[in-house]
């Protein structure tokens, strides 16, 4: 009798754990719904979307019309096309080391046991805070060849003339990585700081028992541990650096000649599309920015591998 009872519990038991196992699964599909259709909705359907457009060309009244690979071919003999690309590259290879770099040491600083130092992080976050249009037209009046605040110091500690920032075909790439550097150093550095403080302090104190100086604890102790969020940030810095726009839409007018020495992929997509109303043209742009977005990418994840330390 007592081991057709304990069956039965058993049984009992058996089916409560599944009815629980049931609620869970129902319950976190439930739960992550909203976002699992907002992600279809706006981002996978826009994608497939953009994909198929990119092999048609679309009227002014919205008709489309399928032509293959047409607009893949116009690419390829389109100097402004090849232009853009320059640029976007040039862009990244510049603005994201430089971008690290700074962030890496701003974090370092900021972690320090000093007095104000909640004022020193909030100075560093402030450029994130600001809409990027606003951040682009502050930078606009301080570039002003004639009465922009940059100028005006270079003057005053003894460089002669004025630099077109906003003109010069030479220059205007750098002065558009300048501002990214500016933009992008305080939100690294907030992540490269979480970081940091996750390093256990032993590690430290075993380091200086040993005579390792402060450099030498950086380099041996802080760089190999903080590489996770390292590659974090660079990876988002590269994906950022590729998808720059506002800065240069805000900062360039349409007739600065100057425009085609600077502008992105991006610009020349919303150029096209928007502008020219060559919609095919312009989806078959960002397809191939996606791909090297995603070749960029696939390239650091295996990278990682050989760099990346998660002990």
């Not at 981002?43 to 457009?53: A, E, H, S, Y």
């Not at 048609?56 to 003999?77: C, D, E, H, K």
């Not at 550097?181 to 970081?195: D, E, T």
């Not at 425009?259 to 150029?271: A, P």
Request: charged fraction near 10%.
């Amino acid at each position: 009798m007592s081991e057709i009872a304990d069956a039965g519990k058993m049984k009992t038991t058996s089916k409560k754990e599944q009815r629980e196992k049931r609620n869970m699964t129902f319950w976190g599909w439930a739960l992550i719904a909203p976002t699992a259709i907002g992600l279809l909705v706006l981002n996978i359907v826009p994608v497939i979307q953009t994909f198929i457009m990119s092999f048609q060309s679309v009227s002014t009244f919205g008709v489309s019309t399928w032509i293959g690979s047409a607009n893949y071919v116009r690419m390829l003999g389109d100097p402004e096309f090849w232009a853009s690309l320059q640029n976007t590259f040039v862009y990244g290879i510049v603005q994201v080391p430089v971008t690290v770099i700074l962030s890496t040491i701003a974090a370092v600083l900021v972690n320090k046991k000093i007095k104000g130092i909640q004022v020193y992080r909030t100075i560093y976050f402030l450029p994130m805070i600001a809409a990027p249009a606003a951040v682009a037209m502050v930078w606009r009046w301080m570039y002003n060849s004639e009465y922009g605040l940059i100028n005006v110091l270079l003057e005053k500690i003894g460089f002669s003339g004025n630099i077109q920032w906003l003109s010069n075909p030479n220059v205007v790439i750098w002065s558009l990585i300048i501002v990214g550097v500016w933009s992008s150093v305080g939100y690294n550095m907030i992540l490269l700081l979480a970081g940091l403080q996750e390093i256990p302090k032993s590690y430290y104190e075993a380091a200086t028992v040993d005579g390792a100086g402060p450099m030498k604890q950086f380099f041996y102790v802080t760089l190999p541990l903080l590489t996770p969020q390292l590659f974090f940030v660079l990876v988002t810095s590269v994906i950022s650096a590729f998808q720059v726009f506002d800065l240069i839409f805000v900062m360039f007018d349409v007739t600065n000649p100057a425009l085609r020495h600077v502008q992105s992929l991006v610009y020349k997509f919303y150029n096209e599309s928007f502008v020219l109303n060559s919609r095919g043209y312009g989806a078959a742009i960002v397809v191939v920015l996606v791909i090297f977005i995603m070749i960029i990418t696939a390239i650091q994840l295996i990278v990682q591998k050989k760099w990346v330390n998660y002990d």
